[in-house]
């Protein structure tokens, strides 16, 4: 069984400039998560879906953050523009449900100059 | 609201010698506990989770963890370091309808 796939595995690019991230998450899996992960420090969750909804995106800033799950699969994270302070790895989990374990990506590094 | 607490930011141990990495969890409900771990430049990957059935937990390469609900404690253990161990390790917890909160990390050194 394929795991959770990210894409791109890196990212550089100059601030102000617009970066998506794309995630695919475990077949059946309905909860689909964005977390941010800095160095030296555990992943914050960025935004949750249960299928196509977004649940919980109380910590995305929203300014130039966005994200989208369409058909409830596939899901995309959008940053425009780009700060310095960006800087850092987007995971990418899911699960079957809220509360069981979650599988994540690989990640996504971005470094932004 | 939820929170965890990883005791130690880094811990070393020489080869063969027990792992013990300290968890504390703050939670007026019964949680749901994990514990992760991930190695540079890869992703995380669940190493063992707790969902309300034996208290002691086994897990994937050797490690294990105790609930201890009256200290509040998931703590894991292995009986014996290998170096393939070194690592970052993140205790998580998630309540009902709430989403995993990570601790801040434990870096594992195995020393040869």
């Known amino acids: 069984e394929a795991g959770v796939v990210q894409s791109p595995r890196y990212k550089i690019i100059e601030k102000k400039q617009p970066v998506a991230f794309w995630c695919n998450p475990i077949?059946?899996?309905?909860?689909l998560y964005w977390y941010l992960q800095n160095l030296g420090q555990g992943p914050e969750l960025l935004i949750r879906?249960?299928?196509?909804?977004?649940?919980?995106d109380s910590q995305l800033p929203k300014d130039r953050f966005s994200a989208e799950r369409l058909k409830g699969v596939d899901s995309t994270l959008k940053i425009q523009p780009a700060e310095l302070g960006d800087s850092a790895v987007y995971l990418c989990?899911?699960?079957?449900?809220?509360?069981?374990?979650?599988?994540f990506g690989q990640g996504t590094r971005l470094t932004v100059v | 609201a939820q929170s965890v607490t990883q005791l130690d930011s880094h811990v070393s141990v020489s080869e063969g010698t027990p792992v013990l990495l300290r968890c504390n969890y703050s939670?007026?409900?019964?949680?749901?506990l994990f514990w992760y771990v991930q190695h540079p430049n890869k992703g995380l990957q669940l190493l063992l989770k707790?969902?309300?059935?034996?208290?002691l937990v086994k897990g994937i390469n050797g490690f294990e963890a105790e609930f201890k609900k009256s200290e509040t404690s998931f703590h894991l253990t292995k009986p014996s370091a290998h170096m393939s161990d070194a690592a970052e390790y993140f205790c998580?917890?998630?309540?009902?309808?709430?989403?995993?909160?990570f601790g801040k990390g434990t870096r594992l050194s195995v020393i040869a």
């Open positions: 939670s007026s409900y019964s949680p749901s």
């Open positions: 077949s059946g899996h309905n909860t």
């Open positions: 989990a899911s699960s079957l449900e809220l509360n069981t374990e979650a599988f």
């Open positions: 879906y249960e299928n196509e909804e977004a649940v919980d």
């Open positions: 707790y969902t309300s059935a034996a208290t």
């Open positions: 998580v917890v998630s309540l009902r309808n709430t989403p995993l909160v």
